[in-house]
Each structure stands twice: as structure tokens, then as C-alpha cells.
């Protein structure tokens, strides 16, 4: 471990000059210089009241949020806007992703799928970007007598929950969809789970916290740094920079749990769930090949088309315990293929325009860690799963919050880090992400 090189906070010695291309900030950086002894610290070389650490969706709203409520805030990540949200599908499927079991997480999903027109609506007026917001809903459908009655299953607990979605006969899905297969037997019509475009949405957080004064560092944190009296105060660069801020924010994704100098006790208990997903394109000047996202599970796997109003079909996704591996497998593509062909025939036709592999930051109960922890000046906003990007607009909402008044929202409570014990060990150094 280099030792830290320069600070930008007024409390120490600044002795290095002041950080210069690649790493350089979108805007205005903190002076690195060291200031005159007698000179009171400018308001750019404070401390920030909040560092963010991680810019996916996930860091990104928070920083967004902490600064609209007046927080002095930075985010840290090499390549901000960039994570997960480059290869995720963008359902906002808080009823079509309904498990048994994950009744807790549907509140928060239903939650954040409410706030999802007026979020979108803001962003795109504070940035100028198209979000690519489809209010379209889903039609998850069934292929053979099995899938219909775990279909069937899930449409009961649906309406046990009081989520709207409607049984639709096979001929009836096929009346709303005519491209499906003419197996299918059946199918829940959801008209409430829509979609985004999740590398949109990542471009217009980025744009919405450069205009919201949020100061970026173009690097990697090293390692967290702890001072006396037990309380998070920053971070290490990889090249050496101290950050320093009054309170962190973990939101690392998949890496959350790798941050050297967290303790063992706080370290969230956070995976890599790999996923591998591709890209087609529909022609435009036919009709189009799918109104809604089709879903379906054939024999065991999840399968989901998203059809995207500038032509881009996605079509997704494994679901793979493989570490921090990212390669993009012929199997993968295969049975994304196959099942998807089950599905919608004619999907064969398309151009296929890219194949990726990300990893969704997976959680021992699938929902996310959100809010303060047991280190003083240490929040988590990370665990998103497979739901990350419906989650956005609600994390941003928690973590204002809980960064300006110290409490999580009731609605937030149940997602607590606090609810899991000490994390079990770092992974072995062979499990390091490439
Ligand atoms: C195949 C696939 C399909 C998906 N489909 C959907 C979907 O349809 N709907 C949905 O809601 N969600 C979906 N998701 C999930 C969603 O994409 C994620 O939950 C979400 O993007 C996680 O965002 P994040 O910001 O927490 O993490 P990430 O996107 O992983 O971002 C973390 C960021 O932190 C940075 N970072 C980590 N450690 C450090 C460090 N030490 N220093 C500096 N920077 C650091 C990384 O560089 C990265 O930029 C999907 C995910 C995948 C993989």
C-alpha cells in the first residue's frame, strides 16, 4: 500500500501539486497546492461533507441527492457512469420480479417504480437527456403445462400482494403480441412494469451531478481510512490522493465488499451475480416486433425481451456465480438464443449488434444495503442485485435522507445494514476481479 502522497483536506499538509490528466475532474477540482500558513482554507480545499465512493446508477444518485440538499459532495470512480448499468436490461419489473419470500423488497420496489415519471421527468429537465422511459408493461408468458402452472403460482401471490396483472389465454397474448410463438399456453399481462435505458439513465446522472456541483475524481480508492475514534474520514487513491469528507459513501456494486481497510465487522456481505445479455436490432420500417417486454422462463432459465423504441432488442440474461468473470460465453449466447427463439421465432432475422457480460451486486437476501453502519461516517448504498436500476430513483431519496438527518425512512428500515452480522472474510486473492 502507497502511502498517501497529498491531501486536499484543510486539516493536514498538502505537499504534492495538484492532480493533472487522466484522473482529472470534470469540473473545477479542489486545489492540491499547498496554501499559505496564514491564508484561511479556500472553500474548494475543504472537505467535502460526503464522499461518494463508486459511480454506477447507484453512487451517482446519491451524490446527485446529497448535493441538492446542500452536501458538499465528490464521488470517486475511474470511469463514472459506467458498472452494471451498461449491460442491464432496464425492467422496472416490481411485479413480473416478484419472489416468494422477497415480500419486503416488493415495497420498496413498488416504491421506487411510483417515483420512477416524476424522476425521469426531472432528470431529463435538469439535463436534457432522453431517458428512453417506456410506460409499455410486461407480458410474461408460459411455453408448456409446467411454466403455466408456475405462472399460475405466481399470479396468485401477485394478488395475494394486491398487484394488478391479468391472466391472459394463449390466443389472448398472442392477440397483443402477434410475433409470440403459437405454443405459448398462457400469460400474465402486467401493465404497471416498464423499462428504461440504463446506459441513458448512467449519462444523465453524471450530467445532473456536474450541473449539481458534485466534484469528480476520475480514480480508484484504494483503501478507506479510519481515524481515531473509530469513524470513516476518507479515502487512498490508487495513485496516493487522500480524500478526506465528513461522512463515506460505499456504493461499489460488486466490488463493495473488496474496499481494503473496511472493517471485517461493516464489510457488506455483497457478490458478483453474473449476467450475460444481448443486442439486436429491429428494422424500423416494419411493424414493431414486440409492443411490451416478453418474459418467460423456459426450462428453468429466465428468459426477457426488451424492445426499446429506437430499435434495440434486449434480450437477457444468465444468471451466473462465476466471481468476477466477464467473458462472454458461446453457451451463454446459445441458450439466450434458443430460449429467446422459443419465444418469438423471428428474433432470428435480427442482426445481433453486441453480446456483454456484467455483474449485478447480489446480497445473502437479494435486497439492497442501504444507510448507516456501525463505523461512524460510513454508509452503504449497494446490494441492488437485479434490481438496481428500478431502485435508483428510492436510494437517492434514503440516502439523502439518512446523509442529512441520520435516519433511514421508514420504508428504508428494513434494508439496514445493521441487519446483517459481521461479513464473513474477504474472498481469497485468486477470487480478485480482473
Ligand atoms: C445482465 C444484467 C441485467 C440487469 N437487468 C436489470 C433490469 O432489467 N432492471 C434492474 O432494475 N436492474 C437490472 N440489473 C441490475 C442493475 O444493473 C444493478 O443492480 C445496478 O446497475 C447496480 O448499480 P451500482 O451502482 O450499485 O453498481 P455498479 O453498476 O457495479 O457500479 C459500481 C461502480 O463503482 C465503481 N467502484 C467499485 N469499487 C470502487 C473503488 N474502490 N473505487 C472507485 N470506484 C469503485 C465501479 O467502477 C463501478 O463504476 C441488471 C444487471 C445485470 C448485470
Known sequence: MSSPAHTWSPAHTVSSPTVSSPTEPSRAEPSLTEPSPTAPPSAESRAPDVLVVGGGVIGLVTAWRSAQSGLTTALVDPEPGGGAAQVAAGMLAA???????????????????????????????????????????????????????????????????????????????????PMLAPGVRGGLRVDGDHQIDP??????????????????????????????????????????????AGRVVLAGGSLSGRLAGVPDAVLPPVRPVKGQVLRLTMPRTHAPLLNRTVRAVVRGNHVYLVPRENGELVVGATSEELGWDTTVTAGGVYELLRDAHELVPGITELPLTETRAGLRPGSPDNAPLLGPTELEGLLLATGHHRNGILLTPVTGDVMAQALTTGELPDEALPFTPRRFGAAPARPEPTEQPA
Open 199 to 244: 446506459r441513458r439513465l448512467a449519462r444523465a446522472l453524471v450530467a445532473a451531478c456536474e450541473r449539481t456541483g458534485v466534484v469528480f475524481h476520475r480514480s480508484w480508492a484504494e483503501r478507506l481510512t479510519v481515524g481515531r475514534g473509530e469513524r470513516a474520514t476518507g479515502v487512498v487513491t490508487a495513485d496516493g490522493t487522500v480524500l478526506e
Open 95 to 177: 411485479v413480473t420480479e416478484l419472489h416468494h419470500g422477497e415480500q419486503t423488497l416488493l415495497a420498496l420496489n413498488l416504491a421506487s417504480a411510483r417515483r420512477y415519471p416524476d424522476f425521469a421527468a426531472e432528470l431529463t429537465d435538469l439535463t436534457g437527456h432522453d431517458l428512453g422511459h417506456r410506460r409499455c408493461g410486461t407480458l410474461a408468458v408460459a411455453l408448456d403445462a409446467d411454466d403455466r402452472s408456475d405462472l399460475r403460482e405466481l399470479h396468485a401471490l401477485q394478488q395475494r400482494s394486491g398487484l394488478e396483472s391479468e391472466w391472459l389465454s394463449g390466443r389472448e397474448c398472442r392477440r397483443l403480441e
